[in-house]
């Protein structure tokens, strides 16, 4: 007892532990405790054992710091914490209770796809660099996911099962260098520069050219996942710019400005694009007009893939006629119509609405539309739509059809009927959301079989 209460005096616990042969620790004793054997009658050279408490309190590395706080407000002054073998890992106390040191952790985001309404065409530079351009559009409950691990390395790994197949690469410059179907994410990686080795899942749930602004929305996800490991974190707009330099100017697809911000920012908005700045107006809609239009609406893929790229170099060169510029302002023109309608709540006037939008966009360019696409539209008209659309550039994707409540069920059996897919969808109210996640709260590392 006498070493052990020189070592009391000399540690910041107040404490000594007692062990077995084995090393696991049996006991604990304070200077009260060999102070109270001494008034009993015991000797200064009597084992510390001869005192200890065997009925302590002690807890394990899993205990939460929680669980440590409320022992330590509750009259107990010390607490070891033991692992399964009952050997000592360390000691807290009110005085000594270190904060949890940092863990790894990864980044998860989604992002939603958009649908279109008015105004295309318009939020391409070549036509608002002279005359402002405005769109209408939303986001629907269509997402792609990302998640990304930050390595302890240079080196890259992309997994996608949108193109199921995978990228690995020893560094950036290796990863950038390398051929193949990745050219939207290397144009990401390239725009940012990223000096650290991760790894990059991804998965949609919609099919890519589609329509449905699908580079977008896989731009602004990974860019997302990115952007939580910032210290100074993109806004939404630097992070709708980074996109739209990405997939523009370093991977050289021709396209407008809207998919960019409608994926990052989410929700009804009406865009105006200029060239000194692009304004977003989130649209205060009636609640109740927006569960009604949503019901009014079908989302249908016709089956056909575009090449949203192609379909806007042929619009680039077609914007240089006047009678396409005026087609063009006209559907500004409708687009500030369209959101009066909505904000008003008038449904029948924007659905047929969205048919003038179809006619006027139609014309823009010979690669929008074609024979079988225009059979499908009739068709949608005949069996009670007001009118619609084929969602982005045009050329394949998805149709989006405004139909009046009782003519609703008819208008999705003659689109199944003709070998259509109606997709289910909900209006998304959010844009890019991403977050992070502490690695031991949720990651196994499992074996290969």
Same mark, same amino acid.
């Given at each position: 007892?006498?070493?052990?209460?020189?070592?009391?005096?000399?540690?910041?616990?107040?404490?000594?532990?007692?062990?077995?042969?084995?090393? %696991?620790?049996?006991?604990?004793?304070?200077?009260?405790?060999?102070?109270?054997?001494?008034?009993?009658?015991?000797?200064?050279?009597?084992?510390?054992?001869?005192?200890?408490?065997?009925?302590?309190?002690?807890?394990? =590395?899993?205990?939460?710091?929680?669980?440590?706080?409320?022992?330590?407000?509750?009259?107990?002054?010390?607490?070891?914490?033991?692992?399964?073998?009952?050997?000592? +890992?360390?000691?807290?106390?009110? @005085?000594?209770?270190?904060? !949890?040191?940092?863990?790894?952790?990864?980044?998860?985001?989604?992002?939603?796809?958009?649908?279109?309404?008015?105004?295309?065409?318009?939020?391409?530079?070549?036509?608002?660099? @002279?005359?402002?351009? %405005? +769109?209408?559009?939303?986001? +629907?409950?269509?997402?792609?996911?990302?998640?990304?691990? +930050?390595?302890?390395?240079?080196?890259?790994?992309?997994?996608?099962?949108?193109?199921? #197949?995978?990228?690995?690469?020893?560094?950036?410059?290796?990863?950038?260098?390398? @051929?193949?179907?990745?050219?939207?994410?290397?144009?990401?990686?390239?725009?940012?520069?990223?000096?650290?080795?991760?790894?990059?899942?991804?998965?949609?749930?919609?099919? /890519?050219?589609?329509?449905?602004?699908?580079?977008?929305?896989?731009?602004?996800?990974?860019?997302?996942?990115?952007? #939580?490991?910032?210290?100074?974190?993109?806004? /939404?707009?630097?992070? %709708?710019?980074?996109?739209?330099?990405?997939?523009?100017?370093?991977?050289?697809?021709?396209?407008?400005?809207?998919?960019?911000?409608?994926?990052?920012?989410?929700?009804?908005?009406? $865009?105006?694009?200029? $060239?000194?700045?692009?304004?977003?107006? =989130?649209?205060?809609?009636?609640?109740?007009?927006?569960?009604?239009?949503?019901?009014?609406?079908?989302?249908?893929?016709?089956?056909?893939?575009?090449?949203?790229?192609?379909?806007?170099?042929?619009?680039?060169?077609? /914007?240089? #006629?006047?009678?396409?510029?005026?087609?063009?302002?006209?559907?500004? @023109?409708?687009?500030?119509? $369209?959101?009066?309608?909505?904000?008003?709540?008038?449904?029948?006037?924007?659905?047929?609405?969205?048919?003038?939008?179809?006619?006027?966009?139609?014309?823009?360019?010979?690669?929008?539309?074609?024979?079988?696409?225009?059979?499908?539209?009739?068709?949608?008209?005949?069996?009670?739509?007001?009118?619609?659309?084929?969602?982005?550039?045009?050329?394949?994707?998805?149709?989006?059809?405004?139909?009046?409540?009782?003519?609703?069920? !008819?208008? $999705?059996?003659?689109?199944?009927?003709?070998?259509?897919?109606? #997709? =289910?969808?909900?209006?998304?109210?959010?844009?890019?959301?991403?977050?992070?996640?502490?690695?031991?709260?949720?990651?196994?590392?499992?074996?290969?079989?």
């Amino acid at each position: 007892m006498r070493d052990a209460l020189s070592k009391i005096e000399g540690n910041h616990h107040g404490i000594v532990l007692t062990i077995d042969n084995k090393g %696991a620790v049996n006991g604990l004793a304070t200077d009260g405790d060999i102070r109270r054997r001494l008034l009993e009658g015991g000797s200064l050279d009597e084992p510390i054992a001869s005192c200890a408490n065997r009925t302590f309190v002690w807890e394990t =590395p899993a205990t939460s710091r929680e669980s440590l706080i409320k022992k330590l407000d509750h009259r107990i002054r010390f607490i070891p914490i033991l692992d399964k073998d009952r050997r000592l +890992v360390r000691v807290v106390s009110r @005085e000594h209770l270190p904060v !949890q040191l940092e863990e790894a952790v990864y980044a998860r985001s989604r992002s939603p796809v958009r649908i279109s309404f008015g105004g295309g065409g318009s939020d391409l530079t070549h036509y608002f660099s @002279e005359i402002s351009g %405005a +769109v209408i559009n939303t986001t +629907v409950s269509l997402y792609t996911h990302a998640t990304l691990r +930050v390595r302890g390395d240079s080196k890259i790994i992309i997994s996608s099962r949108d193109l199921g #197949q995978s990228l690995e690469a020893e560094d950036l410059s290796t990863a950038l260098s390398q @051929e193949g179907c990745f050219g939207l994410l290397q144009a990401i990686l390239k725009a940012i520069s990223p000096d650290f080795g991760f790894e990059l899942y991804l998965h949609s749930d919609f099919p /890519m050219k589609s329509g449905l602004g699908g580079s977008a929305v896989v731009s602004s996800a990974v860019l997302g996942c990115f952007n #939580q490991f910032r210290r100074d974190k993109w806004d /939404m707009h630097e992070l %709708a710019e980074l996109a739209y330099q990405a997939e523009r100017l370093h991977l050289g697809v021709a396209g407008g400005w809207q998919d960019q911000y409608a994926t990052v920012f989410g929700g009804f908005n009406f $865009m105006e694009f200029r $060239m000194d700045q692009n304004i977003v107006h =989130p649209l205060r809609i009636h609640p109740d007009t927006l569960l009604e239009l949503e019901e009014s609406l079908l989302l249908c893929d016709t089956g056909t893939t575009h090449e949203s790229g192609d379909i806007h170099e042929d619009q680039r060169r077609e /914007m240089q #006629q006047d009678d396409v510029r005026i087609l063009v302002r006209n559907n500004v @023109e409708l687009s500030y119509r $369209m959101r009066n309608l909505l904000l008003r709540g008038r449904l029948l006037e924007f659905g047929h609405a969205l048919d003038e939008a179809w006619q006027t966009k139609r014309r823009l360019s010979s690669k929008i539309s074609n024979t079988r696409l225009d059979a499908l539209y009739d068709g949608a008209i005949r069996n009670g739509a007001l009118g619609g659309k084929l969602l982005g550039a045009g050329g394949g994707g998805f149709f989006l059809f405004y139909v009046p409540p009782f003519y609703k069920h !008819q208008l $999705m059996s003659h689109l199944e009927a003709t070998g259509l897919k109606v #997709q =289910p969808f909900r209006f998304e109210k959010e844009g890019l959301r991403a977050w992070t996640v502490r690695e031991g709260r949720n990651h196994i590392e499992m074996e290969c079989k």
